[in-house]
């Protein structure tokens, strides 16, 4: 499948230059509208947020499920000692 090595190698490293943390989530939802209403509002609103520590996740949906859209910031674990 296309794409799919970068896909596990972006998946193994959960985000550049920092050593271990979560991925918090940020939004989601199922209506694409809202999804790209919500991504403008961030990109022009007073708050900014470092989209290098960002990750968007797309769950295709079936008929039994619908498309899921999330928006996640990667947190990095204060005061554990690095390994």
């Not at 794409?3 to 050593?19: I, N, V, W």
């Not at 790209?36 to 022009?44: K, Y």
């Not at 520590?53 to 899921?68: E, I, K, N, S, Y």
């Amino acid at each position: 499948m296309p794409g799919q090595r970068k896909r596990k190698r972006q998946q193994q490293s959960p985000a550049p230059g920092t050593e271990a943390g979560h991925w918090s989530v940020l939004f989601e939802t199922q209506d694409e509208s809202e999804w790209h209403a919500h991504l403008c509002r961030l990109r022009s609103g007073p708050q900014r947020i470092d989209w290098a520590l960002t990750r968007v996740d797309t769950f295709c949906g079936r008929l039994a499920q619908p498309t899921t859209y999330r928006l996640s910031l990667f947190v990095p674990d204060r005061g554990q000692p690095r390994p």
